[in-house]
């Protein structure tokens, strides 16, 4: 299984936009990156997926360069209710593949 | 689309009781279901991924014994936390994949269990 690593936490003020960047040095041919939110007490909420370039929705950006070695989620314009867990994940070329939760990055917005 | 439920929300049992947490795929079949475990601050652990009809798969350092999964049907998985003690108190988190969208998991919004 792909390992992730992510920053711990980051701080930003509303309305800016946010770029967590996370590393998967040994990501498989197959895998897939996705990225998941969770808010205290509740169960992950995905947010966007990708293999490989440009992927965008209403909500987020992911940005994957050439190498797939790691991936950004980029924010646009954030607000208090982004205050979250965001987390990297690597795999899913399979549903029945297990994947592994790193330490996720605690994203504090502030007013 | 994608749902999925769990039942209870929230428990709290005594020491040595046994506790049922149920996991539903509400509008798909879920072939895979995975069972995560997750306490204060931390990260969502793997305990186990479940094949319907077919035994679990635990992970290192997990009981199977004390954690008992049941994978009967295409849109039900249960966790049975056996003679549960206060150091099994977390937040119990499921998901679930379907096979036709085989590279997404769906999450549950997780069961709070509080062994006293």
């Known amino acids: 299984l792909a390992k992730t690593t992510q920053p711990i936490s980051m701080d930003s003020y509303e309305g800016q936009e946010v770029n967590i960047t996370c590393s998967h040095n040994n990501i498989a041919t197959n895998d897939y990156i996705t990225w998941y939110q969770q808010f205290p007490s509740q169960g992950p909420r995905f947010i966007i997926q990708g293999y490989k370039t440009k992927v965008t929705n209403e909500v987020a950006s992911l940005f994957i360069p050439a190498d797939r070695k790691s991936s950004t989620l980029s924010l646009p314009r954030v607000s208090l209710s982004d205050t979250a867990v965001y987390y990297c994940l690597v795999g899913l070329s399979g549903g029945y593949q297990k994947v592994t939760f790193g330490t996720g990055t605690k994203l504090q917005v502030i007013p | 689309g994608a749902v999925v439920s769990q039942h209870p929300s929230r428990v709290i049992c005594k020491s040595g009781t046994s506790v049922k947490i149920e996991c539903r795929s509400l509008?798909?079949?879920?072939?895979?279901m995975f069972w995560y475990r997750q306490f204060p601050k931390q990260s969502l652990m793997l305990m186990a991924t479940?094949?319907?009809?077919?035994?679990?798969?635990?992970e290192q350092g997990v009981e199977k014994d004390k954690f008992l999964i049941n994978h009967a049907s295409l849109t039900l998985s249960t966790l049975t936390v056996t003679s549960a003690h206060p150091e099994d108190s977390s937040f119990y988190i499921c998901?679930?994949?379907?096979?036709?969208?085989?590279?997404?998991?769906?999450f549950g919004p997780g069961t709070r269990l509080t062994v006293l």
């Open positions: 479940s094949n319907e009809g077919s035994k679990a798969t635990y």
């Open positions: 509008d798909f079949q879920a072939t895979t």
């Open positions: 998901s679930a994949s379907q096979r036709e969208t085989y590279n997404e998991q769906f």
